[in-house]
Each structure stands twice: as C-alpha cells, then as structure tokens.
C-alpha cells in the first residue's frame, strides 16, 4: 500500500499571484507528442508554471481533482518541478509528488493511484539542456490537439479562477518494483545480464529491481547524471551501446539490456553482443503473447520490417500496421483491445498483463522471463529470423511548411502509377524486391525514410524509386552510403 511520506502545502507564489494569468510558449516546444524544449532558450520556469496552470485547469473542468508528478534525472528537472506544481495547485489541484524516477514509474502511479492527471517532467533521449513534459489524462495519453490547446488556454487566459491546492509526497518505488517483480515467468535457467542504464533516470529503481531477480546482473552507468558523461542515452543509436556490447561479450552474458534517458525505451543486444532491433525484439514478445491469446492483434508501427508482420501472422496473431508515435500506438491499443505493441524506436507496450503503457523495465522483465524458459541462446532466436537488407531510420531536412506537401506530392504520383501502397502515416510502397517508407516528422523539421529488401539488387532498385520521387519533388536523396544494414 502506497502511503504518504509528508504533506505540505507549496506557497503560490509570483507568476500565481498575477490575475489575469496569460502566458505565451515559444512556437517551437508544443509538439505532437509532449512539451519538448530547450532550458534557457525556449523552456522556462515561467512555461513550467503555465503548464501546470492549463493542464490543471482541464482536469478541474472535467471534474477531476488530483494529478500525479514526476520528473528524470536532468539538471534541470528538480528546478522546473516546483514550478510545474504550483501551477497544477494554482488550479486546485492536489499533487501527488512522486520524484524522481523513470517516466513508467509515473504513469504506473497515475494508472494505480487513480488521478485524473499525470504529468512526467522529462528530456527523454533528448540533449542534457533539453528537456520537457510528458502527460495523460484519465489514464490515456495527452497529446495531438490536446497540446495545442494548452498554448491556446495559456494565451487567451482561459483558466478555472485561481485556487489554493495542496500536496502529497509518495515514494511509490517499491510498490512499483514489486509490481514489475510479480510477472517474472522464468524457469530455472539463471541468466547472466549486463544492463546499461546511461546515467538515466532508472538507476536507483533498476539496482533494487536486479537484486530482485535470479540470475547475475551487472549494472552500468547506474549514477543519474543528467549530464550523460558516458554516452547518450539513446538505445536506437549503435554507437551508444558499444559499452553494452563489450560488457557482454566480456563476461559472456546471456544478453544485454540498454535504456533511454526516461527508461520507456528498451534496446537489447543478445549474447554474441549483436544488437536485437525493436522489430525483432517484438517478434519475440509477440510469440509469447500469441500463445496465451491466438489470434490478437499485434500492433507496430510503419517503420517496423515486413518479416515482423510476416511473423506475427505466422505465430497465429493479427498484424495491424499503425502510425508511429507511442501516444497514438498506446491509444490505438486501447481502442481495439490489442496486447501488445511496438515501435522500431524500442517503445514497447504490454496490455498482456500489464497496463498499456511503454515500460522498458517491464519488457525487459518479460524478455528475461521467455529466455529463461529457452533452452537456446538469444542469437540463435535472432539467427531464425528470415534475412533481409534495409537501411536504418534516414532522417532529412525538410521545412515544416513543405514536409507534408512533399509527402502528398509523392502520395498522388504513386497513386497516378498504380503503386501498392499504405498511407496510414506518410507512404509505404510495396513491391516485388520490399518496401520503402517516406513519412513527415510529427516533431521535427525533416522527412524521414527506410528500405528493406530481399536481396542488394533490390534494395538499389527501391532506393532508386525513392530517391526519384523526391528528385519530382525538388528534393535531394538522403546519403544512403553506410546506410545498410541487414536483419
């Protein structure tokens, strides 16, 4: 039982005080998915405090009254919070201060405690003076048009009348930890684990959850340091596991767990210190899922390789090819009752059991638990897996009032030529030799692209159609040199 540690009311203060409060965001940090900015330039306390104030402001509105807190490990983190909670209280809220902690550790408060808000105070994978805010509201994510109202609301003054509302401080770690605890499924086989934290938010949590586990674990980096002194904390890129890599390979563990800055997402390696990308990591959980619930639908996003489809269906489930985003996958998940789901970003998200949200230590757990229960190695899984050549995530320039006009550009062209394509999130063309992807950035001034194919032959002729349709764009290729990579 999650009880209190102390209660205090937080004085509202300077920016509370003034009536009638407006605010104004710089344009650039309301984004798609979250509030994402740069400290100093673009991300103040000022903005922390209107956040607060509006997002209260929603919840009061829809009869709500208590909103969850949290923030990561970044310099910056433990400044803007109080802000961000005298905003909340300036609104009437009470604040349920959780400190600090991995993003999943606040939506596991949210969910398990009830509040009708949760807002995580987090860079993400971002740079050290980034940083920003992650929310849900009634236990769904915040997101979209939601966001851009909180600059409308923050603008227009538009806000319930100032309140005096209070706090509560939680440690909620331990009830999180015997939570993540209770689904281990291993068999007898001790695993040996090397994880590498990155300095990021989960350390405290992650060095109490290995000594919860059987097996042997080795923990890098486990300091939080919102500086990032060792590498950055973002599992996606390869050279930001190369410790990981020759920590397995070293000791000869049976795999390799990595973390970004917030601990919502996974990267693994397998045993030859080989890495295991989102897409193969999910065909593995998948597998598993299916076999407690044939025929579910699987959800991943339109970056993910086609032999993950492939695979899902042919492990009895229904693959279902989504936006990429985790807060549009997570609320797709909960419209259509999926259990589980993935982004190639390595967001993992677990309804099986779980609670629908992406938690890299809880998939981690569950991965654990499957290879425990192996009597192979985690290469030789991998090993299985139908062999195909792809690029990773290309990422290019492109001005944010061109990107989407360049996607159309190209959907309408395709169209005229009869192409197989899939517009759920920009355009995924299919043909004999594979697949290629060019979508608009939700976040980002720039395109983004991906190939896949059977053979090299193919994957020249799908960069070449690719390349050709942003050419009848006025757009240059992405440099594609170095860019294949085969899995």
């Known amino acids: 039982m999650i009880k209190p540690l102390r209660k205090a009311v937080l004085p509202v203060a300077g920016a509370a005080a003034s009536i009638p409060f407006t605010h104004r965001f710089d344009p650039t940090v309301l984004r798609e998915y979250d509030i994402r900015g740069i400290v100093g330039r673009t991300l103040h306390e000022a903005d922390a405090f209107a956040i607060g104030r509006c997002f209260g402001s929603i919840v009061a509105r829809d009869g709500g009254t208590t909103v969850a807190v949290g923030y990561d490990g970044r310099v910056s983190s433990p400044v803007l919070e109080p802000h961000l909670v005298a905003g909340l209280k300036a609104s009437g809220m009470e604040v349920l201060r959780i400190g600090r902690g991995p993003t999943p550790m606040l939506y596991y408060a949210a969910t398990t405690l009830g509040t009708a808000g949760g807002i995580m105070l987090t860079g993400s994978h971002n740079p050290p003076d980034h940083n920003g805010f992650k929310m849900m509201l009634h236990g769904k994510p915040f997101f979209g048009a939601r966001i851009t109202d909180i600059g409308r609301m923050a603008g227009a003054g ?13 440690d909620v770690s331990a009830d999180y930890l015997a939570r993540l605890v209770a689904d281990w499924d291993g068999g007898d086989r001790a695993l040996e684990v090397v994880w590498d934290n990155g300095n990021g938010a989960a350390g405290e949590v992650l060095q109490r959850l290995v000594r919860m586990l059987p097996g042997r674990h080795t923990v890098l980096f486990a300091d939080i340091d919102g500086r990032f002194p060792n590498h950055h904390p973002d599992p996606t890129v390869p050279k930001n596991l190369e410790h990981l890599i020759a920590e397995v390979r070293r000791r000869g563990a049976d795999l390799g767990v990595a973390f970004d800055g917030d601990a919502d997402r996974i990267g693994v390696v397998d045993d030859t210190g080989e890495v295991l990308f989102g897409d193969q ?3 593995v959980l998948a597998r598993d899922v299916l076999a407690r ?5 699987i959800i991943a996003d339109v970056k993910a390789s086609q032999v993950l489809f492939d695979e899902i269906a042919r492990a009895g489930g229904v693959p279902l090819m989504f936006k990429t985003g985790h807060s549009l996958i997570k609320a797709k998940m909960a419209e259509i009752g999926s259990p589980l789901a993935g982004e190639m970003s390595g967001h993992i998200f677990f309804a099986d059991r779980w609670y629908g949200f992406d938690d890299a230590l809880y998939a981690a757990i569950r991965l654990l638990g499957i290879l425990a229960r192996m009597d192979g190695p985690l290469s030789a899984l991998r090993a299985a897996l139908p062999s195909v050549l792809n690029t990773p995530e290309l990422r290019f320039d492109c001005a944010d009032t061109r990107k989407f006009v ?3 550009e ?6 005229v030529a009869g192409a197989t394509v899939s517009d759920i999130d920009g355009v995924r063309v299919r043909t ?6 060019l979508r608009a950035s939700n976040t980002q001034a720039v395109l983004v692209a991906r190939v896949e194919a059977s053979s090299e032959a193919g994957l020249d002729r799908l960069k070449a159609a690719l390349a050709a349709q942003l050419q009848a764009s006025g757009l240059a290729a992405p440099d594609f040199a170095g860019a294949q990579a085969g899995h």
């Open 158 to 170: 538009d806000v319930v009348p100032l309140a005096e509302g209070s706090e509560r401080t939680l």
């Open 281 to 283: 990591l999910l065909v």
């Open 293 to 297: 619930h044939p025929g579910a639908t």
């Open 406 to 408: 360049v996607i159309e």
């Open 410 to 415: 190209v959907a309408a062209r395709l169209k």
């Open 432 to 437: 004999e030799d594979g697949w290629w992807l």
